[in-house]
């Protein structure tokens, strides 16, 4: 058999990475999309993941689009780029407009355009904060591929963009085009920005004498969190799938950051936090999404996906990668 060809937008993200060590291992070749002049994370994908074959290109741009899908050819698109941070999506709401929602667009027609309509399987990332959390939307055993919508941020409106118009080029053009909605997955590649990446990197270093507090905004919000490395591998099984479709990936399960940071910090044999966290309303947003829990029952029966990291499991191989890379510092 011919080897598979990937493109994936978002290399430089969390799943970016753990996607093409999946696809690599998978035998495919892959490339991926990298933006912007001078990138400052070229060099980190280069090193980490050397069988990456890295274009230039910016999902606002559709040129730059056609040329990437022209150059990588691509048997399966994953489209995992976005403007992710909820937060920063509240303040810089246009681009991320431009970015997580129009983005979309620009790739699907990319493909189309280019006469990959009929070749090329497409994958994009939608997400749980479509769903928005709220009293009257939210099923007792978690959201699913039926539940209503009613995102909370510009980021979960821009998401729903990309959903619809990728189901809409499913139906219209009869492209295979996959939507995976996952909950928050998280892991030792996690940017310092979301919040369990900056709860165990600072766990780290509180324990090691290089910080002496944390700022976090609330603490009661909770999130199904699991592990990255598992949903890649959801990712890739939604795409192999006979058939385009919708599916959810989560846990089952919901945990309040409070959890998260009680069991960070007994990690490091730390029983009480308080004394070291601080609360900050720079990190509270005008909206917040107060609980997520979703139902995977459809990709365990359909895809036989299940995540294989528990929430303990999770928190504890997070704190341990990071007291060894912050222990390189003493
Ligand atoms: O916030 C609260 C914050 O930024 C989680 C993205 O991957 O998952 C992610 O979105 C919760 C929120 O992730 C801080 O208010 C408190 O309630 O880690 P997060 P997120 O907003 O859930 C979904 C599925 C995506 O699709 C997104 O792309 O934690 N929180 N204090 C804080 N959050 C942050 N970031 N920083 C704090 O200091």
């Known amino acids: 058999m011919a080897q598979r060809t990937a493109l994936i937008t978002g290399i430089t993200g969390q799943d970016g990475g753990h996607l093409s060590e999946l696809l690599h291992a998978e035998g495919y070749r892959v490339f991926g999309l990298i933006r912007g002049q001078n990138n400052p994370r070229q060099m980190a994908v280069e090193a980490e993941l050397p069988y990456v074959s890295l274009i230039e290109g910016d999902l606002t741009d559709m040129t ?11 048997d399966e698109v994953y489209n995992l780029a976005a403007i992710s941070h909820v937060g920063y999506s509240f303040k810089n709401p246009t681009l991320t407009a431009d970015v997580t929602g129009k983005g979309v667009l620009n790739v699907l027609e990319a493909v189309r355009v280019t006469g990959r309509a009929e070749a090329t399987r497409v994958y994009q990332a939608s997400t749980s904060e479509m769903f928005g959390g709220l009293d009257y939307n939210r099923p007792g ?7 209503l919508f009613h995102p909370r941020s510009p980021y979960g409106v821009a998401k729903l963009y990309g959903h619809w118009i990728a189901k809409n080029y499913r139906e219209s053009y009869g492209m295979f085009v996959t939507c995976g909605i996952l909950f928050n997955h998280e892991g030792e590649r996690r940017g310092l920005e979301f919040v369990t990446r900056k709860i165990t990197n600072a766990v780290a270093r509180i324990k090691l004498g290089l910080q002496s507090t944390l700022e976090l905004g609330d603490l009661w919000p909770k999130r199904d969190w699991g592990y990255a490395g598992d949903y890649v591998r959801g990712m890739w099984l939604m795409t192999q799938h006979h058939k385009a479709d919708d599916f959810v990936l989560a846990t089952g399960e919901t945990h309040s950051i409070e959890e998260f940071l009680t069991l960070a910090f007994a990690e490091v044999g730390i029983d009480d936090w308080r004394p070291y966290v601080k609360h900050s309303a720079a990190f509270m947003r005008p909206a917040e999404v107060d609980i997520l829990l979703g139902d995977p029952s459809k990709a365990e029966d359909i895809l036989g996906w299940k995540r294989e990291v528990d929430f303990p499991g999770l928190v504890r191989r ?5 007291l060894a890379v912050q222990s390189r510092h003493i």
């Open 318 to 322: 997070m704190v341990a990668h990071d």
């Open 141 to 147: 055993n978690g959201y699913n591929e039926e539940s």
């Open 64 to 74: 730059s689009l056609v040329r990437a899908v022209d150059t990588a050819d691509p």
